[in-house]
């Protein structure tokens, strides 16, 4: 199990990281929009079902590379927080926003949740940012290490439900009106940028509290 200063932490930092609007807020905003409130949250639930399949693909693989070698996870942390940097930097130097492929619109809540569900799962930057993010956390000498990154995926993917389902429930008053506003977008652009570069630098230099 995770410690508590760990933990807190790790839910101080995820929720940073939500903070910043990406490609499946894009897509649970358009959806809340087009559908109301119930596509926004069944759109919503779908990325989470996304999210968690991730989830569960690190929870195995991260675990196995543990038993594996410690050098190796380590290497693997450090690859993590520099792409965290990688990913803010390039944020920072790019105008344009980022933009979801255009789906035909669904017509029910269950497509709607299907259509979720193909859009995180087909997203390569999921899975590789929970690979570069949770390992930040993991103590790999602890005992249960499998554990300590289901607790740390599916607490994200929990976080990442309550921010998205904000954004599902504010679309239909305000996401017009912010979605074409360039203020907006260049607060996006450096407040996510930064975040992002500020949280690889600390994630390279902290090192999770380790078991006796």
């Not at 249960?144 to 289901?150: A, E, F, I, N, S």
Request: glycine share 10%.
């Amino acid at each position: 199990m995770p410690s508590l200063s760990t933990y807190a932490l790790f839910l101080a930092t995820g929720m940073a990281l939500l903070a910043i609007p990406g490609p499946a807020v894009l897509y649970v905003v358009t959806r809340s929009i087009e559908m109301g409130r119930s596509g926004g949250i069944a759109s919503v639930a779908g990325i989470t079902t996304g999210t968690i399949v991730h989830v569960t693909l690190a929870t195995v693989g991260l675990s196995s590379l543990i038993l594996a070698s410690t050098i190796a996870f380590d290497a693997v942390r450090y690859v993590g927080a520099a792409y965290l940097i990688f990913l803010g930097v390039r944020r920072l130097l790019t105008r344009h926003d980022e933009e979801v492929e255009q789906e035909a619109v669904p017509r029910t809540r269950r497509r709607a949740y299907t259509q979720g569900v193909i859009v995180n799962l087909t997203n390569p930057k999921t899975i590789v940012f929970i690979f570069a993010f949770i390992p930040q956390f993991v103590d790999p000498h602890a005992r249960h290490v499998w554990l300590q990154v289901l607790i740390f995926g599916l607490s994200f993917a929990c976080l990442g439900f309550l921010s998205d389902s904000c954004y599902a429930f504010a679309a239909g008053s305000i996401a017009d009106r912010l979605r074409g506003s360039r203020g907006v977008a260049r607060f996006q652009r450096w407040f996510g940028g930064s975040i992002l570069v500020g949280l690889g630098i600390v994630a390279a230099a902290w090192t999770p509290h380790r078991s006796s």
